[in-house]
């Protein structure tokens, strides 16, 4: 069995009197694809924000890469190694696609203002090697032809895919998707699917939230299931699929 | 690393003909009259603020309504340090650096306590931030005679460099050289070295880090940028801009008062680069330079011309200005609402040559 790449233990996050989150504790595994789904306000979203700093936890703790992970601030878990997309696209609209990946090295690149301003052969190598990664990684994407236009004249599908290239700009071991095919149709979301599998193939863990149950099941290794704030099963998706308390909290009883 | 373009001969001409422009223009102001390079001086210490201000505003998308105190900062940081007030006179090419930082600490001070604030809240707390420093300066009298209060500091030391004063005339080459005239020349250099500073800082790891902010902070934060840090590395270097500002109008002023550092100068450094097009130091420079010479020539056609029509002075020169001025503002808001020269979307030639191969 492969080696845990992330733990969460008890995870709770509560605002006011609503639980939106009540003792989660899941793992992913190294090089999987663990998919993370649940109806509308189960909490799947929160998870996130919880995971990647933007909300911090009421109680519990996570271990990543077999240590400790302490989630005070979003770029010290960049800086750990978890990058994120949004299931509403935030993109640096008005930055070119090339210049929102440049921008996804700056937790791995050092220059600071003397470097800049007085730019010399460390600082320009540094420049350097930050845009040639970019290039490379719009070509990973498949949107190298549109490195030089502005995030926001992107079609949508080019959107979550620029958004994918600038969160594997901060050479992260756990990309956490938070809805990718949102919106997107039959074809666009098939061309995605083939984006995540190389991925995975590549070696990298995901962490997928999705709605689209044909795509989870067929994509991800392990699938954890929230209703209500806790996780009601863990497993591989043909036994999700057949568990009947999911199988309940998607129909209703 | 830098876009690499094919210059013509053309451009380095071009480029030429207007540093010779440059160079000849304080002999063809002085044929009008020395005052006009006084107002040629001051209108480029005003594109000098307002550079300094379009890092906070126009990279970071911050919105400062206070800028006039870090330029306040500098000015009194010069005269103190270089004026009978306390009896020190040290040259101002120390005491230059010394305005700077203690401006970037300022800005650091300021920038602290605002960093989750946005828009309007922000404006509101760093214009409360300016009148504090205004009134500080005002009051600093007592008990320790500090700022000298209203009435300001007086006989502050010109700019004395390798042995050459600029608070009188000289003879260079057979040339006559005024004061201000040498001032335009220093200030001319400073500002090179600002738009330099300007430009790199723009193409870096920090630069994209500031429109990034601008853009989402959110994203900004999510992509593991350290957004505090940024955040007051601009105010830091926006303010070390306006205490140069500062440090150089003292030594040309040789008197300084609060009455310099009012709500108003940061109202018309901001509207400089609102007018000039946020984020675009070219549009920056031209609003500074737009706005500093039309009053003046106002001034100088608004009278003749009034008497000339009406035999006599029916408005009055200010009163026009703010009219003029205010019109301006709704014009541009209604009709270029992202400024006369807008940040260009910009092409990196260097990364469409990577991208198709």
Known sequence: MKPVLLEARSVCKHFGGVRALHEVSLTIRQ????????????GKTTLFNVLTGLYSASSGAFQFAGAPLAISAPHLVAQAGIARTFQNIRLFANMTALENVMVGRHVRTHAGIIGAVLRGAATRA?????????????HYVGIADRANDLARNLPYGDQRR?????????????????????????TETAALRVLIEG??????????????????????????????????????????????????????A | MTPHRPHTPGYFVGIALVALALIALPFTLSAAGTAWVRITNLAILFVLLSLGLNIVVGYAGLLDLGYVAFYGVGAYVYALLASPHFGLHLPF?????????????????????????????????????????????NNLS?????????????????????????????????????????????LMLLLLLVIAVNLRLQNSRIGRAWEAIREDEMAARAVGINTTRIKLLAFAMGASFGGVAGGMFSAIQEFISPESFVLTESVM????????????????????????????????????????LFKRTVIEPEVIRM??????????????????????VRQREFGKQAAVK
């Open chain 1, 31 to 42: 090089g999987e694809i663990y998919g993370l789904i649940g109806p509308n306000g189960a």
């Open chain 1, 199 to 252: 991925l995975r193939a590549d070696g990298l863990t995901i962490l997928l939230i999705e709605h689209d149950v044909k795509l989870v099941m067929g994509l991800c290794d392990r699938v954890a299931v929230l209703d209500y704030g806790e996780k009601i099963a863990e497993d591989v998706p043909e036994k999700v699929q057949r568990n009947p308390q999911v199988i309940e909290a998607y129909l209703g």
């Open chain 2, 323 to 344: 009219l003029l001025f205010g019109l301006a503002l709704v014009l541009m808001m209604r009709f270029r609402p992202a400024g006369l020269w807008p940040l260009r």
């Open chain 2, 93 to 137: 090419w120390i005491i230059l650096p010394i305005g700077a930082a203690l401006a970037a600490f300022f800005g650091v001070l300021l920038g602290a306590p605002t960093l989750k604030l946005r828009g309007d809240y922000l404006a509101i707390v760093t214009l409360g931030f300016g009148e504090i420093v205004r009134i500080f300066l």
């Open chain 2, 142 to 186: 007592q008990p320790v005679n500090i700022t000298n209060g209203p009435q300001g500091i007086a006989l502050i030391d010109p700019v004395r460099l390798g042995g050459i004063g600029f608070g009188q005339s000289d003879r260079f080459f057979g040339l006559s050289f005024s004061g201000p005239m040498k001032y335009y020349y220093l």
């Open chain 2, 269 to 308: 450094i901001l509207s400089m680069v609102v007018l000039g097009g946020m984020g675009n130091i070219w549009g920056v420079i031209a609003g500074a330079v737009l706005l500093s010479f039309v009053p003046e020539l106002l001034r100088y056609t608004v009278v003749p011309l009034q008497m000339a």
């Open chain 1, 162 to 186: 620029l958004e994918i290239a600038r969160a594997l700009a901060t050479d992260p071991k756990l990309l956490a998707l938070d809805e990718p095919v949102a919106g997107m149709n039959a």
């Open chain 1, 126 to 138: 540094e420049e350097a090697a930050i845009q040639q990664r970019a290039v490379e990684l719009l």
